[in-house]
């Protein structure tokens, strides 16, 4: 996570506020201020519970089991905390409203907790928006994780091991002697002190029977605000440390957008933007790569068992495999263009951005940018990692690198099935195999847009992988960057790949194909062999499709397009290649989750 | 191999007469330089970022050309390997020190057409593909002692 504060801090701050609470009060209205100052926080904690209780943001279709001991420790928990600031109210009286004054000792330390309870509280609201007709809604990509049923447990027991110290200090100053001219505040805080300990057993029940896993504490703990950094370009003058922040970043940026994209009607693509992102994701996964593998290099000395090195090995070779299938967008989209209004925005870069990033972390000369042709030597692993404390920084870095490609591969699929649905994108006339076409463009054929979505899909599911395993090494490495996977699993986002429906050309494949990417790991750059290569994995394919296309083969529930099936059954208008139209294939959408709040 | 076809179109490029026959060429010259650029996209090479930029930057200049108004249509053949796979080919550097060469010859041409083309439509998209042309013969720029 880049290095703004974090809702774990604010608990931290409230925690170490609580236990540095002052003597206790000598009695009378001192009393009376330090009871009043721990309703305050008692009240924080119990807009928590309501909070958690309705769940704001939760997505429509999920089910509330109202039976669950969760469901019931957090109705349960706002209630107890409600009774308990009741307990606290004072009478409204002249005597005992002496207007505002100066705190001082318990009160003012617990006047603090609630002041840092209540800012953590509005931080993790920044995710939350509203509809004019009061409907709440996501507004970032930690949303749908707070609103997940293991992030509001995990909220729930920090609430209810906050209102056990509270509990306690309640009691502690209604115990103090001394206090015998105020028998009324004594006896208002040992009630609220007996519900807050009512609260925590019920959720502390709630945990026996259905434990919070640290990893959804520590997610919990490392949600920032929503507003994120302004936009960074690498200067010559950063370090190590200020390039790995900047990658961060600069990825949580991008990461934004894309959810934004996915989420939003987004502005037209253009051929640009498109061919943009690709060469920049092409690049930054190309760097993920180099930097793993010096990772793994690096860390013999520091993590001696085997298996660190051999899961940082396995992540690089799964950000190789992302560089090959970004390379295979790029290589596809030179081929088609989009017709896209002459006002269409143009691209914000920030994808370079995270190539420029990413780059300067790999390669040693200060001044590198994306145009800076051969001369370039990568930085020697010892350089990357000083001391076993900057291996997980670094994995940290490239971890959200990886992570926000994923996110765009998706936002830039769902963007170009749209194009393609609208009838945008054509081809150079003189690409097709009969170019009689009037015109340097013609609509592309089926084929062309079924191989763009396809090397797309490639490219997300390649990217997902990696950023999966770069996800396995943050874990084993204790990187902060593993709370994102736990934030994709918490919301169920993590399989955003395996849900897309595989549309197949008649001479469909997935770019790169197994031999193409195996003469391409073995060094072959002759295209004449690369051809051969690619023709061979398509034939391949091929034979694949023509066996689930035989009558006894079972089929997935995939809306596969059989290889030379009739053209009466892809119906459309022609194109210059002669064969079929322009028409989309048959593409659902995936399955989205558009935030709602829950009934 | 591959840098025969280059310079062929090195050649086709400054012999080009008039406006239509620069745009030919520079449509030739710059699906001359994709397919290149393509094959040496390998990610072993120093120069991959370089040939990944460029073949895009290729692909740009193409489409550029493709949409200007006086490009002759249908187009015609791109000559020796223009456009296509190759055989077998050269090192990274060598191909690069050929590919910027063809980006010079280019850059020339479509300036000069760009100066003197009486239509906007051909105006921009010469302009246009000419500096595609010179971002590419930026990143082609290879040491000459390599």
Redesign the interface.
């Known amino acids: 996570m880049s290095s703004g504060a974090s809702f774990g801090d604010f608990l931290d701050d409230a925690r170490r506020q609580m236990a540095a609470t002052g003597p206790a009060p000598a009695g009378g209205d001192d009393l009376r201020d330090t009871a009043q100052s721990i309703r305050r926080v008692v009240v924080v904690l119990g807009r928590y519970a309501r909070d958690i209780a309705a769940a704001p943001g939760s997505r429509p279709g999920r089910r509330r089991d109202r039976e669950s001991a969760w469901e019931q420790a957090a109705a349960a928990a706002y209630r107890e905390l409600n009774q308990a600031a009741r307990r606290l109210t004072p009478p409204v009286s002249p005597k005992i409203n002496p207007g505002i004054r100066p705190s001082a000792g318990a009160a003012r330390q617990m006047d603090g907790v609630a002041v840092v309870l209540q800012a953590g509280r509005e931080l993790l609201d920044t995710h939350f928006g509203s509809t004019p007709d009061g409907t709440i809604v996501h507004r970032t990509e930690w949303a749908p994780a707070l609103s997940s049923p293991a992030v509001r447990r995990a909220l729930l027991a920090e609430v209810a091991d906050l209102a056990s110290r509270v509990a306690a200090t309640s009691d502690q100053l209604a115990t103090a002697p001394g206090w015998r001219g105020a028998p009324a505040p004594r006896h208002a805080l040992r009630e609220a002190s007996q519900r807050l300990r009512t609260m925590a057993g019920l959720v502390q029940a709630a945990r026996q029977h259905e434990p919070v896993p640290a990893a959804q504490r520590d997610l919990l703990r490392a949600i920032p605000g929503s507003a994120l950094p302004p936009r960074r370009v690498p200067g010559p003058g950063h370090d190590i440390a200020g390039l790995r922040e900047g990658t961060i970043v600069t990825a949580e940026r991008i990461s934004r957008v894309a959810w934004h994209t996915a989420n939003r009607p987004a502005p037209a693509i253009t ?2 933007s498109l ?1 943009h992102t ?2 920049a994701s ?2 930054t996964s ?1 760097h993920c ?1 180099l930097l793993l593998r010096a990772v793994a290099e690096r860390t013999a000395p520091h993590f001696p068992a085997p298996d660190v090195r051999r899961e940082i090995t396995c992540a690089a070779e799964a950000a ?1 495999r992302a ?1 090959a299938s970004w ?1 295979a967008v ?2 596809t ?3 088609i ?1 989009l017709e896209t209004p002459s006002d269409a925005p143009e691209p914000p870069g920030e994808v370079s951005d995270l190539a420029l990033w990413t ?1 300067r972390l790999t390669y040693t000369d200060p001044r590198w940018t ?7 030597q990568t930085r020697p692993p010892y350089a990357l990692a000083r001391s076993v404390a900057d291996i997980p920084l670094l994995i940290s870095a490239v971890h959200h690198a990886l992570d926000c490609l994923e996110a765009t591969a998706g936002a830039e699929y769902d963007q170009l099935q749209a194009a393609a649905r609208a009838g945008r994108i054509v081809v ?1 006339a ?1 690409s097709l195999p009969r ?2 076409a ?4 013609a609509a592309a054929p089926r084929s062309r847009i079924t191989d763009v979505l396809g090397v797309y899909r490639t490219a997300g599911q390649a990217s997902a992988h990696a950023a999966t395993a770069a996800s396995a090494v943050a874990t084993s490495v204790g990187a902060p960057s593993r709370v994102l996977a736990t934030a994709r699993a918490a919301t169920g986002t993590d399989g955003r790949w395996r849900r897309v429906p595989r549309p197949v050309a008649r001479s469909g494949l997935d770019w790169p194909g197994p031999l193409e990417t195996s003469m ?1 790991d073995l ?1 072959v ?7 051969r290569a690619i023709a061979l994995d398509r034939a391949s394919a091929q034979l694949i499709m023509d066996a689930a296309a035989e009558p006894d083969a079972s089929r997935g529930s995939g809306p596969v397009t059989a290889p030379g099936r009739s053209r009466a059954a892809m119906p459309g208008a022609g194109v210059a290649d002669g064969r079929e139209p322009a028409e989309l294939p048959q593409v659902p959408e995936a399955g989205r989750d558009i935030p709602e709040r829950e009934p | 191999m591959a840098t025969a076809s280059i310079f062929w179109q090195v050649q086709q490029v400054r012999a080009a007469a008039g406006l239509p026959e620069v745009l030919e060429s520079a449509r030739a010259a710059f699906d001359c330089m994709l397919a290149e650029a393509e094959a040496h996209e390998h990610p072993g090479t120093p120069l991959f970022p370089a040939f990944v930029l460029a073949a895009t930057a290729a692909a740009s200049g193409r489409d550029a050309v493709l949409l200007a108004p006086s490009l002759p249509w249908p187009p015609r053949d791109n000559g020796p390997g223009g456009g296509q796979a190759f055989g077998p080919g050269e090192p990274a550097g060598v191909a690069a020190r050929a590919l910027a060469s063809l980006c010079q010859a280019l850059i020339c041409r479509l300036e000069a057409a760009a100066g003197s083309a009486a239509g906007a439509g051909d105006r921009d998209a010469c302009r246009y593909a000419a500096g595609r042309a010179r971002v590419i013969g930026d990143l082609m720029a290879w040491p000459e002692d390599e």
């Open positions: 051929t640009s061919r690709a060469n092409t690049l190309h790569e190789g560089r390379l790029a290589r989209l030179r081929r263009m780059g994306l145009a800076s042709g051969p001369e370039h150079p003189r170019p009689e009037r015109e340097p463009f391409r060094g750059t002759s295209p004449w062999l690369l051809q």
